[in-house]
Protein backbone atom coordinates (compact mmCIF):
# COMPACT_ATOMS: atom_id res chain seq x y z
CA UNK A 1 0.00 0.00 0.00
CA UNK A 2 2.60 2.40 0.77
CA UNK A 3 4.36 1.69 -2.54
CA UNK A 4 1.39 2.77 -4.05
CA UNK A 5 1.31 6.27 -2.47
CA UNK A 6 -1.50 4.96 0.44
CA UNK A 7 0.22 6.35 3.70
CA UNK A 8 -2.63 6.48 6.45
CA UNK A 9 -2.98 2.50 6.65
CA UNK A 10 -1.97 -0.04 9.43
CA UNK A 11 -1.90 -3.72 9.43
CA UNK A 12 -2.14 -6.23 12.04
CA UNK A 13 -1.22 -9.79 11.68
CA UNK A 14 -2.34 -11.84 14.96
CA UNK A 15 -4.32 -14.20 16.15
CA UNK A 16 -7.29 -12.86 17.11
CA UNK A 17 -7.81 -14.97 20.93
CA UNK A 18 -4.62 -13.18 21.48
CA UNK A 19 -5.65 -9.74 20.13
CA UNK A 20 -6.23 -6.86 22.44
CA UNK A 21 -7.61 -5.04 20.07
CA UNK A 22 -8.23 -1.20 20.49
CA UNK A 23 -11.86 -0.41 20.03
CA UNK A 24 -13.68 1.63 18.06
CA UNK A 25 -10.28 2.08 15.90
CA UNK A 26 -10.37 -0.15 12.61
CA UNK A 27 -11.99 1.25 9.18
CA UNK A 28 -11.93 -2.47 8.33
CA UNK A 29 -11.56 -6.17 8.70
CA UNK A 30 -10.75 -9.19 6.97
CA UNK A 31 -10.34 -12.69 7.61
CA UNK A 32 -8.88 -15.72 4.81
CA UNK A 33 -10.40 -18.99 5.32
CA UNK A 34 -9.61 -18.80 9.35
CA UNK A 35 -13.18 -18.02 11.07
CA UNK A 36 -14.55 -21.43 10.57
CA UNK A 37 -11.10 -22.94 12.43
CA UNK A 38 -11.80 -20.88 15.07
CA UNK A 39 -13.03 -22.16 18.34
CA UNK A 40 -15.70 -19.43 19.18
CA UNK A 41 -15.99 -17.51 15.66
CA UNK A 42 -19.23 -15.55 16.98
CA UNK A 43 -16.83 -14.31 19.76
CA UNK A 44 -13.75 -13.75 17.43
CA UNK A 45 -16.14 -11.52 15.46
CA UNK A 46 -17.67 -9.90 18.00
CA UNK A 47 -13.85 -8.87 19.23
CA UNK A 48 -13.34 -7.68 15.89
CA UNK A 49 -16.86 -5.71 15.55
CA UNK A 50 -16.01 -3.85 18.52
CA UNK A 51 -12.40 -3.09 17.35
CA UNK A 52 -14.16 -0.70 14.03
CA UNK A 53 -15.21 2.46 13.90
CA UNK A 54 -18.93 2.71 13.55
CA UNK A 55 -20.23 1.74 10.25
CA UNK A 56 -17.57 0.34 8.96
CA UNK A 57 -16.94 -3.31 7.89
CA UNK A 58 -15.73 -6.98 8.07
CA UNK A 59 -15.55 -9.76 4.88
CA UNK A 60 -14.65 -12.92 6.01
CA UNK A 61 -13.97 -15.70 3.82
CA UNK A 62 -15.05 -18.85 4.56
CA UNK A 63 -14.89 -22.23 2.56
CA UNK A 64 -18.73 -23.75 1.53
CA UNK A 65 -19.81 -27.17 1.90
CA UNK A 66 -18.14 -29.99 1.43
CA UNK A 67 -20.18 -31.16 -1.38
CA UNK A 68 -19.46 -27.69 -2.69
CA UNK A 69 -15.55 -28.63 -2.63
CA UNK A 70 -15.31 -31.95 -4.05
CA UNK A 71 -11.49 -31.34 -5.05
CA UNK A 72 -10.40 -31.07 -1.01
CA UNK A 73 -13.10 -32.87 0.51
CA UNK A 74 -13.04 -36.15 -1.56
CA UNK A 75 -9.69 -36.96 -0.67
CA UNK A 76 -9.82 -35.81 2.75
CA UNK A 77 -12.58 -38.71 2.86
CA UNK A 78 -10.26 -41.13 1.36
CA UNK A 79 -7.71 -40.46 3.55
CA UNK A 80 -10.50 -40.93 6.60
CA UNK A 81 -11.80 -44.23 5.29
CA UNK A 82 -8.20 -45.66 4.56
CA UNK A 83 -7.51 -44.49 8.17
CA UNK A 84 -10.49 -45.69 10.01
CA UNK A 85 -10.72 -42.23 11.44
CA UNK A 86 -13.91 -40.04 12.40
CA UNK A 87 -16.05 -37.47 10.14
CA UNK A 88 -15.55 -33.87 11.52
CA UNK A 89 -17.94 -32.57 14.05
CA UNK A 90 -20.15 -30.11 12.56
CA UNK A 91 -19.34 -27.91 15.53
CA UNK A 92 -15.93 -28.47 16.05
CA UNK A 93 -13.91 -26.37 14.33
CA UNK A 94 -12.96 -27.73 10.36
CA UNK A 95 -12.52 -26.13 7.03
CA UNK A 96 -16.26 -26.80 6.36
CA UNK A 97 -18.00 -25.85 9.08
CA UNK A 98 -19.63 -22.61 8.57
CA UNK A 99 -20.38 -23.74 5.16
CA UNK A 100 -24.12 -23.32 4.75
CA UNK A 101 -25.07 -19.52 3.93
CA UNK A 102 -27.50 -19.50 6.36
CA UNK A 103 -25.09 -20.10 9.53
CA UNK A 104 -22.78 -17.92 8.12
CA UNK A 105 -24.94 -15.38 7.68
CA UNK A 106 -26.09 -16.33 11.46
CA UNK A 107 -22.96 -16.35 12.93
CA UNK A 108 -22.38 -12.70 11.52
CA UNK A 109 -25.21 -11.90 13.08
CA UNK A 110 -24.80 -13.40 16.61
CA UNK A 111 -21.66 -11.01 16.77
CA UNK A 112 -23.45 -7.96 16.48
CA UNK A 113 -23.14 -7.13 12.70
CA UNK A 114 -25.48 -5.17 10.91
CA UNK A 115 -26.69 -5.89 6.84
CA UNK A 116 -24.71 -9.01 6.75
CA UNK A 117 -24.46 -10.26 3.28
CA UNK A 118 -23.27 -13.83 1.92
CA UNK A 119 -21.88 -14.12 -1.42
CA UNK A 120 -20.94 -17.58 -3.40
CA UNK A 121 -17.77 -17.39 -5.34
CA UNK A 122 -16.41 -20.15 -7.71
CA UNK A 123 -12.90 -20.95 -8.43
CA UNK A 124 -12.06 -22.71 -11.02
CA UNK A 125 -9.07 -24.94 -11.11
CA UNK A 126 -6.84 -26.16 -14.27
CA UNK A 127 -3.90 -28.06 -13.08
CA UNK A 128 -1.01 -29.20 -15.76
CA UNK A 129 -1.08 -32.96 -14.60
CA UNK A 130 -2.48 -35.67 -12.34
CA UNK A 131 1.10 -35.30 -10.26
CA UNK A 132 0.68 -31.15 -9.89
CA UNK A 133 -2.90 -31.91 -8.81
CA UNK A 134 -1.64 -34.55 -6.07
CA UNK A 135 0.81 -31.64 -5.35
CA UNK A 136 -2.05 -29.42 -4.62
CA UNK A 137 -4.17 -31.67 -2.32
CA UNK A 138 -0.67 -32.88 -0.65
CA UNK A 139 0.22 -29.59 0.79
CA UNK A 140 -3.42 -28.79 2.25
CA UNK A 141 -2.49 -28.77 6.10
CA UNK A 142 -6.08 -30.65 6.56
CA UNK A 143 -4.40 -33.31 4.43
CA UNK A 144 -1.04 -33.49 5.96
CA UNK A 145 -2.91 -33.57 9.54
CA UNK A 146 -4.88 -36.68 8.00
CA UNK A 147 -2.09 -38.50 6.40
CA UNK A 148 0.51 -38.56 9.28
CA UNK A 149 -2.05 -40.23 11.32
CA UNK A 150 -1.92 -43.47 8.74
CA UNK A 151 0.08 -45.83 8.47
CA UNK A 152 2.87 -46.36 5.66
CA UNK A 153 0.67 -49.31 4.29
CA UNK A 154 -3.01 -47.14 4.56
CA UNK A 155 -0.88 -43.80 3.03
CA UNK A 156 -0.06 -45.80 0.21
CA UNK A 157 -3.47 -47.17 -0.79
CA UNK A 158 -5.15 -43.68 0.33
CA UNK A 159 -2.88 -41.45 -2.09
CA UNK A 160 -3.79 -44.61 -4.98
CA UNK A 161 -7.38 -44.29 -4.70
CA UNK A 162 -6.53 -39.98 -4.44
CA UNK A 163 -4.83 -40.08 -7.73
CA UNK A 164 -7.50 -42.45 -9.31
CA UNK A 165 -9.95 -39.72 -8.29
CA UNK A 166 -7.90 -36.78 -9.60
CA UNK A 167 -7.48 -38.60 -12.72
CA UNK A 168 -10.87 -38.79 -13.19
CA UNK A 169 -11.11 -35.19 -13.41
CA UNK A 170 -8.81 -35.27 -15.86
CA UNK A 171 -9.27 -33.47 -20.00
CA UNK A 172 -6.38 -35.40 -21.05
CA UNK A 173 -3.41 -34.73 -18.76
CA UNK A 174 -5.18 -31.69 -17.54
CA UNK A 175 -7.07 -31.71 -14.16
CA UNK A 176 -9.87 -29.43 -14.33
CA UNK A 177 -11.95 -29.15 -10.99
CA UNK A 178 -13.12 -25.93 -8.99
CA UNK A 179 -13.65 -24.80 -4.97
CA UNK A 180 -16.38 -23.03 -3.55
CA UNK A 181 -16.36 -20.16 -0.86
CA UNK A 182 -18.63 -18.07 0.94
CA UNK A 183 -17.76 -14.21 1.26
CA UNK A 184 -19.72 -12.51 3.88
CA UNK A 185 -19.46 -9.10 5.46
CA UNK A 186 -21.16 -6.72 7.59
CA UNK A 187 -21.64 -3.64 9.05
CA UNK A 188 -20.19 -2.40 12.70
Same mark, same amino acid.
Given at each position: ?RQ???A?F? +??? +??????? /???? @??? =? &?I??? %? /???????VA?? =???RT?????T?A??A?F &????????F *??????????G??????P?????Y???D??R??R??TD???GH %? @?V? +????P???? *??G????? %??????????????S??Q?A #??????? #??????????VV? &? *? @????? =??? %??
Open positions: MAGVNS +TLV +TRIEDAD /LPRG @TFD =A &AGRY %V /LMLLGDPAL =AKISLRTGRAMV &ASRERNPF *SIPSDIFCRHRLRADDDAPSLRLGPALKTFAGF %V @TD +TIESLRID *SVEACKV %VESAPFIRRLEVKLAQR #AAWREVE #AYLRGLGEGSS &A *S @TQSLI =AGG %VA
